[in-house]
């Protein structure tokens, strides 16, 4: 597949181990006639299960790039950072993982390209770092961190778009814009499974080269049976409570 050949791309981020918001995600992207789909890490952490949301990206063999709690499960991260809750479940996530799954995130890229696209979980200043792209200021620093057109990364669960025109940056406030032939795009995708901007739905982004837009998109999804599942399991109520308000 090359660039010449992508009319629209979906991208996605921060599944979480949320099956039920991934799966959803999953038939949403599947309807919207797509040339290439990409997952920017995080496949696991958090929800309860970790295993059928590896398959399901194995199976469907998206390019998908490694996020620190995948890195975190793995032992490849530091996660003294972690809070209580975080690394409780990263613990239960160790326990719980199959070997090949394991190798699956062990094999997983940092980055990936594709033409004009640069994808990067958390930052393209420093990919390996975790650093969160949460201010202008930050935004502005990492546009010189790629050459592409555009980045797109996940980590804070937090979706935006962010513009620079010659240097200007802004960040439009609807979900869909126009993409201009002179600007570069600093793109967050959001997260599907855990969404921390007050949506509780998730949330994912399709990119149309053709009509040129790119749009952030929600779907409401089986919130009740991933909160049963995350308490069945014995991961943290607040990890089930939190999905029911987007934060
Ligand atoms: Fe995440």
């Known amino acids: 597949m090359t660039m010449n050949e992508l009319r629209r791309v979906g991208i996605f981020s921060d599944i979480h181990a949320n099956l039920h918001a991934f799966k959803t995600v999953l038939d949403a992207l599947d309807s919207e006639n797509l040339d290439y789909i990409v997952c920017c890490g995080d496949v696991v952490g958090y929800g309860a299960f970790p295993n059928e949301c590896c398959e399901l990206l194995i199976e469907r063999k998206f390019p998908v790039i490694a996020g620190n709690h995948d890195h975190a499960v793995l032992g490849l991260t530091d996660i003294s950072y972690f809070n209580d809750v975080a690394k409780n479940a990263v613990l239960w996530t160790r326990k719980v993982l199959k070997k090949e799954n394991e190798e699956f995130l062990r094999a997983l890229p940092l980055t990936h390209k594709l033409g004009d696209m640069f994808f990067v979980h958390a930052s393209p200043e420093a990919p390996a770092d975790w650093n969160y792209i949460l201010t202008m200021g930050e935004a502005r620093a990492n546009f010189r961190f790629f050459s592409e057109k555009f980045c797109f990364i996940g980590h804070s669960h937090q979706p935006f778009i962010i513009e620079n025109l010659n240097e200007e940056l802004s960040c439009p406030s609807t979900p869909e814009i126009e993409i201009r032939d002179d600007c570069r ?22 990119v149309d080269f053709e009509a040129k837009c790119v749009e952030i998109k929600r779907i409401h999804y089986d919130i009740q049976a991933a909160q049963e599942a995350i308490m069945a399991n014995g991961l943290s109520q607040e990890l089930a409570e939190r999905l029911a308000y987007g934060w």
Do not use: E, M, W
């Not at 959001?190 to 949330?203: I, K, L, T, Y």
């Open 185 to 206: 795009y600093l793109i967050n995708v959001g997260s599907v499974g855990q969404p921390r901007d007050r949506n509780p739905n998730a949330c994912y982004v399709i």
